[in-house]
């Protein structure tokens, strides 16, 4: 079993539809949890950063974490064309931890936003 | 535009060749990273700089070798390459020990092997 797993997609939606991405993971250490965006050729980006449970919002994306369920998603609200690109779960545990020095991605989910 | 600058952008190299893969950043950031990512997969952790010193190398084979010369360069050396090296490489940068939260990246080389 992976660590992350994160379902590749391809995901298509309407203009204006809310998109729900998600990620799962096995480890009970991960704590910070993030989300990277990548367009076609590009490096990626940080998009949202959550640390323990509970929910972020910054404009049209709101990043959820339950803990308990290992279990964490990004929510885009009114979805753009420009929002097409591949957006990868990616975390990480404490800095004392084994496993702080690395972050562990997700295989990363394409979206496509349709006119 | 990102911040850290990758270069060449693209590169096409024969088995025998060498060549370097050149990164900066003047974000201050005394954290820098190597990552190879192939078609449709997640970035991979190749080599970690922390203060300049190397700090993880995940098991790279030894064709690949890193250099930081300073805070704001970072090289990965190729030598003797096999096409399935071929792949996107991503340099990325933080500011330790709390950075990893957020890594910059660049928009990575992309290499094809012969």
């Known amino acids: 079993q992976k660590e992350v797993e994160q379902d590749p997609g391809p995901l298509s939606v309407p203009e204006g539809a809310i998109v729900s991405l998600n990620c799962t993971y096995s480890n009970s250490a991960f704590q910070y949890f993030m989300w990277y965006r990548q367009y076609s050729r590009k490096g990626p980006e940080l998009l949202m950063y959550t640390y323990s449970s509970g929910n972020k919002e910054d404009g049209r994306f709101t990043a959820q974490v339950d803990k308990s369920s290992k279990y964490i998603s990004l929510f885009i609200r009114d979805s753009q064309p420009s929002d097409s690109a591949t957006y990868l779960c990616a975390m990480r545990g404490a800095l004392n931890t084994g496993t702080a020095s690395k972050l562990t991605f997700g295989t990363g989910t394409r979206l496509q936003v349709t006119l | 535009d990102t911040e850290v600058t990758q270069t060449p952008k693209h590169l096409v190299m024969g088995m025998t060749n060498k060549k370097s893969l050149k990164c900066e950043q003047h974000m201050g950031h005394r954290a820098m990273y190597w990552y190879k990512q192939k078609a449709k997969k997640p970035p991979e952790l190749m080599f970690v700089?922390?203060?300049?010193?190397?700090?993880i190398n995940e098991s790279v084979p030894s064709r690949f070798s890193p250099e930081c010369p300073n805070s704001s360069l970072l090289n990965l050396h190729l030598h003797a390459l096999q096409p399935e090296d071929s792949a996107l490489y991503l340099c990325?940068?933080?500011?330790?020990?709390?950075?990893?939260?957020?890594?910059?990246f660049g928009e990575g080389s992309r290499l094809t092997v012969l």
């Open positions: 990325a940068s933080s500011q330790p020990p709390t950075g990893l939260r957020e890594l910059f």
């Open positions: 700089y922390s203060y300049e010193k190397l700090s």
